[in-house]
Structures are given as structure tokens and as C-alpha cells.
């Protein structure tokens, strides 16, 4: 199996910018499929973006389609979320995960692994 470790969140304005990562330890990172996900306060967690094994295939959520970009490091065993013109209906503890199953899906349920998840919170 793997474990994930996020890190990057914080607090930040309206209109910036911060970079999550995924870090993985465990078993061979390429082949899994990861997704972002994120959870605010007394709502259901939703789909962010999805990665494919290779970093070829990506997508996103609309809500942050052309703001926030995924990508992913297999030599480094980390996926990335860079996110930008970041808005205060942002703000939610955000979650990786990965599957080694399938494709890059958004159905939170159809991922096996997750990780603590960390905190963006941004001011407006």
C-alpha cells in the first residue's frame, strides 16, 4: 500500500498563489492514479483535480478550472496542486489520494488511499 503526506497549505489573501504537495512513501508511486480533493466546514468533500499515471491525462473541477494546475513528480514519488487567483470559497482542508485501479476518476470512493489532508484558508 501507500501513504500520503500533504503539506503547502496555509493562510493566504484573495489573488494568491500557494503550491500543495502529495509526498508518497510505500509502494512504486507510478502506478497509482491521484486526485485532489477538498472539505470545508459542514460540506461534502468534492473533487479537485485528477492526475493519470503518467501525467498525461489531467482534469478538473469547473470551479477551478484554468486557476489551479496538477501535476506530478514519479521520481520524486509527489503530486502536486498549484493554485492561483486563489478566492475565499477556496478555503477547505485538502485531501490527496491515490488508486491503482483504473483511470484518474472524481468519485471520491473510487480511491483506496488518502492522506491527513491540509489547511488553505484564504482572506477576502
Known amino acids: 500500500q501507500v501513504q500520503l503526506v500533504e503539506s503547502g497549505g496555509g493562510l493566504v489573501q484573495a489573488g494568491d498563489s500557494l503550491r500543495l504537495s502529495c509526498a508518497a512513501s510505500?509502494?512504486?508511486?507510478?502506478?497509482?492514479?491521484v486526485g485532489w480533493f477538498r472539505q470545508a466546514p459542514g460540506k461534502e468533500r468534492e473533487f479537485v483535480a485528477a492526475?493519470?499515471?503518467?501525467?498525461?491525462?489531467?482534469f478538473y473541477a469547473d470551479s477551478v478550472k484554468g486557476r489551479f494546475t496538477i501535476s506530478r513528480d514519479n521520481a520524486k514519488n509527489t503530486v502536486y496542486l498549484q493554485m492561483n487567483s486563489l478566492k475565499s470559497e477556496d478555503t477547505a482542508v485538502y485531501y490527496c489520494a491515490a488508486d491503482l485501479n483504473g483511470l484518474a476518476k472524481a468519485d471520491r470512493y473510487e480511491y483506496d488511499y488518502w492522506g491527513q489532508g491540509t489547511q488553505v484558508t484564504v482572506s477576502s
Open positions: 510505500g509502494r512504486t508511486f507510478s502506478g497509482y492514479v
Open positions: 492526475i493519470s499515471r503518467n501525467g498525461g491525462s489531467r
